[in-house]
Nanobody
């Protein structure tokens, strides 16, 4: 299974970005898909987890600002990020087999290169 995140960039506080995660090498519904982010200070932090039934859980700090959507035909998972804050600055990755926002099934965990999101004025 291969995953590739894209769509990051530099944005001012309050701005928006939409990240994309393209999935290949598996049937789209085989795995739950999560987004996590990495920073030098905080390490890895879960952002969202979308189950195979389409339901999504979010980290408390992004609830109401971030929204996950999917295109099963193209096998793409999107992360729409609105009202971005400097604390959202991180490298964002998508990965398979999340059990919750911060837990993963290590036997089925695949992740790919991330995309840098920088929120700064």
């Amino acid at each position: 299974v291969q995953l590739q995140a894209s769509g990051g960039g530099l944005v001012q506080p309050g701005g928006s970005l939409r990240l994309s995660c393209v999935i290949s090498g598996s049937t789209f519904d085989d795995y739950s898909i999560g987004w996590f982010r990495r920073t030098p200070d905080e390490g890895r932090e879960g952002v969202s987890c979308t189950d195979t039934d389409g339901s999504t859980a979010y980290r408390d700090s992004v609830k109401g600002r971030f929204t996950v959507s999917t295109d099963s035909t193209k096998k793409i998972v999107y992360l729409q990020m609105n009202e971005l804050k400097p604390d959202d600055t991180a490298v964002y990755h998508c990965a398979t087999a999340c059990r919750s926002v911060d837990t993963w099934d290590v036997d089925r965990f695949y992740w790919g290169l991330g995309t840098q999101v920088t929120v700064s004025s």
